[in-house]
């Protein structure tokens, strides 16, 4: 049935929960103590960076809103002489040209740069001003509370202001589990099968949890550098999950992938309805794009599938997403 998604997203729609002011949805979930006692799964202190890099190399080829990021250069090796040269031009550049000169006198030499990029083009978490439908937001805020000058409601920088995303984390590796390198396109992983992955690897989804999901489908990005085909294609959770992850009370999901869900629809012409419900209904962020490939190679070697995880945001005013280096710590 085309519409069976509406009563679901009026079970697990979370507004009102933590109060009419709140914007960090189920991050909620992660209290004090389960903070306190993730720090202890750092037990061997081994660090996994679950980060692609940040380059012009990376996915984003699909459409033409989000590119790589572009890395600049303003200052490099080659500008040593700079104080002398911008004295010798006389440029009128002012105070600040003044000052650069001032800054170069001694033998101090410096290099800086900058870098263009969609906040959503790499390793990142989707914040809960980022998808909408029936022009509502979560927690009942209009769409057009997301304004040219940023998101006035939901902005992700309430999740670095309040201390920031981090926890247990737990691994479920769908496609070691499955005995593939990765799943093949267009899989729909559905709830049994999560809560099969999660037995044959003796791990329990507890409250306040950070589940990764492993598609291994980065692989297919890394194999055949093809951002388009790796998007368009990628295999991922099924809309049904979001109600497993609401009854389980998973504070964040991220995955492999471009989306965590399957990125062709289930359901005609309901594109990302796993987004509408988990973003906009339950208030819970997504992390997609990350890298969780050395992760799971040392959780199949160790049997352990659980962790300290600390992946903040960046606060970036009003933004509907960042980027994000995620740690995951065994
Ligand atoms: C959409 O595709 C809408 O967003 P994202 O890829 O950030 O989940």
Not at 259 to 279: C, G, K, S
Not at 299 to 325: I, K, Q, R, W
Request: hydrophobic letters at 40%.
């Amino acid at each position: 049935m085309t519409d069976d998604w509406r009563q679901v997203a009026d079970r697990v729609r979370n507004w009102g929960r933590w109060g009419a002011d709140d914007q960090l949805g189920t991050l909620n979930y992660i209290t004090q103590e389960k903070i306190s006692s993730a720090a202890r799964l750092a037990r061997r202190g081994v660090r996994f960076n679950l980060s692609i890099p940040v380059d012009a190399y990376g996915p984003q080829s699909a459409h033409g809103y989000r590119r790589n990021p572009v890395h600049m250069m303003t200052l490099d090796g080659g500008d040593a002489d700079m104080s002398r040269a911008l004295e010798t031009q006389k440029t009128g550049g002012g105070a600040q040209e003044a000052e650069i000169i001032e800054l170069w006198k001694g033998p101090m030499r410096y290099t800086d740069d900058f870098i263009v990029m969609p906040l959503q083009s790499g390793t990142q978490w989707d914040g809960l001003a980022h998808v909408y439908y029936d022009d509502r937001l979560y927690n009942d805020h209009p769409a057009a509370s997301v304004t040219s000058a940023g998101a006035m409601r939901n902005g992700i920088e309430h999740v670095g202001a309040s201390g920031g995303v981090m926890g247990r984390g737990v691994l479920l590796d769908v496609a070691r589990h499955c005995g593939v390198r990765r799943l093949e396109p267009d899989v729909a992983i559905g709830p049994n099968l999560l809560d099969e992955v999660a037995d044959s690897q003796g791990v329990a989804i507890e409250e306040g949890d950070i589940l990764l999901i492993r598609t291994g489908w980065w692989t297919h990005f890394l194999d055949h550098r093809d951002g388009a085909t790796w998007q368009k294609a990628a295999p991922g959770v099924s809309w049904k999950v979001a109600e497993w992850l609401h009854e389980r009370r998973v504070a964040a999901i991220a995955a492999d992938n471009i989306a965590v869900e399957r990125r062709t629809p289930e359901i005609d012409n309901h594109v990302l309805l796993f987004h509408m419900l988990t973003i906009r209904d339950m208030g819970m962020t997504l992390g997609e794009i990350w890298d969780l490939e050395a992760l799971a190679q040392d959780c199949a070697g160790d049997g352990v599938y659980e962790f300290f995880l600390s992946a903040t945001p960046l606060l970036v005013t009003g933004a509907v997403g960042s980027p994000v280096t995620p740690v995951a710590i065994k």
